[in-house]
């Protein structure tokens, strides 16, 4: 008998499909692994320049008043996407007590897509060629932290904005918000992502101390994540203040559409920016063994192989952060092109051959 104890979805696919599905499984988890660690660069790059940016701005005494359409008083919300075709430099006027020669030369050295992606590698590079990540698995309380912060801070900005709805189908009006959309299909990709752990659970699952509580983990960690996802998107699109801004205002990083001297928005950045730190290593090594190890048939073959793919990936975030840094776009088609083979097509094909070669496929 085969031990299957181990087996990961890929390894499933290989053994019904033969070399076709061991290859075709092994591209479509590298699209769900790589598009993830992508959206990790967008976000983290987003991350760290509102973090370098307001550190800057309260050491040198600086005010950035943002020249956006906005909602007044203490909180706040903007709308930076009005301001597209603007030039980034008449996006803000900048009220200083320092040196306006220095304001210029950071704005110039420290920049969201031109410089900071590439601030990152010499972070993350070395981090990802470590050959255990056990080390950053301790630090996955972080993530922890994060989300019950970032639940507190929607929460708090909710409860002082109130509930902006209007769903009167009969007025004109362009804060009408309506209950069907015919984009709506752009949320299974989204949703497929977010969820998608189908190529590696075993992995994530193995070092258990009780592994007859498996299931029960998962379907409770799938829980919490899913009501975190609902709670947070519900509550951030019905707070959003319209009027006067649209609901077609919120950012995809809805911390976008606070000012960058909101301490609220500071911190859950910088708890964020941490997790993701820790947390991209793990993807790192996800997708280093599902590779690797189907081409040499070891995880760590060597330092040079290992750091050859890991510079593929991180060239696709820089790139990525530095010409295309749409992370709902990516999210979308990535999560699409994974979840119709993982979520869709293969466990169907697997479980009709399974019954085939049992006898029991009946029309």
């Not at 007044?72 to 007590?97: D, E, H, L, T, Y």
């Not at 929607?154 to 209950?179: C, R, S, Y």
């Not at 280093?288 to 696709?316: C, M, T």
Request: charged share 10%; with cysteine.
């Amino acid at each position: 008998l085969t031990d299957t104890s181990n087996w990961e979805f890929p390894d499933v696919c290989k053994y019904y499909f033969g070399s076709f599905g061991q290859w075709s499984s092994l591209l479509f988890s590298m699209v769900s692994l790589v598009g993830a660690m992508v959206v990790y660069w967008v976000l983290m790059s987003n991350f760290l320049f509102n973090t370098g940016k307001f550190i800057y701005n309260i050491v040198h005494d600086i005010n950035v008043t943002d020249l956006v359409p906005g909602t007044n008083g203490s909180n706040k919300v903007i709308c930076p996407s009005a301001a597209s075709g603007q030039p980034p430099q008449n996006r803000s006027v900048m009220f200083s007590s320092g040196n306006r020669t220095g304001f210029e030369l950071f704005e110039e050295w420290w920049d969201k897509s031109q410089t900071v992606p590439f601030y990152l590698i010499a972070i993350l590079l070395p981090l990802l060629n470590l050959k255990s990540p056990s080390f950053f698995a301790k630090f996955n309380v972080l993530g922890t932290v994060s989300v019950v912060y970032l639940v507190f801070m929607v929460t708090v900005k909710a409860a002082h904005l109130g509930i902006h709805l209007e769903f009167n189908w009969f007025t004109e009006n362009e804060f009408f918000v309506p209950e069907f959309r015919i984009l709506f299909p752009q949320l299974t990709g989204v949703l497929t992502l977010a969820f998608f752990i189908h190529n590696c659970v075993i992995t994530l699952l193995q070092n258990n101390r009780n592994q007859e509580n498996n299931v029960r983990d998962l379907s409770i960690a799938y829980f919490l994540v899913g009501l975190t996802y609902l709670y947070v998107g519900v509550i951030i699109f019905a707070s959003f203040p319209s009027p006067p801004l649209s609901k077609e205002c919120i950012e995809q990083n809805f911390l976008d559409n606070f000012p960058s001297d909101d301490i609220m928005s500071f911190v859950a950045r910088i708890f964020l920016l941490f997790q993701m730190m820790t947390v991209y290593p793990l993807l790192g090594y996800l997708a280093r063994v599902q590779l690797l190890k189907q081409f040499f048939g070891n995880a760590y073959p060597s330092l040079f192989h290992v750091l050859i793919l890991n510079l593929a990936i991180v060239g696709a975030g820089v790139a990525m952060a530095r010409f295309y840094p749409n992370i709902g776009g990516i999210i979308r088609y990535s999560g699409a092109t994974c979840g119709l083979a993982f979520v869709f097509v293969y466990p169907s094909l697997i479980y009709m051959i399974s019954l085939r070669r049992a006898g029991q496929l009946t029309w």
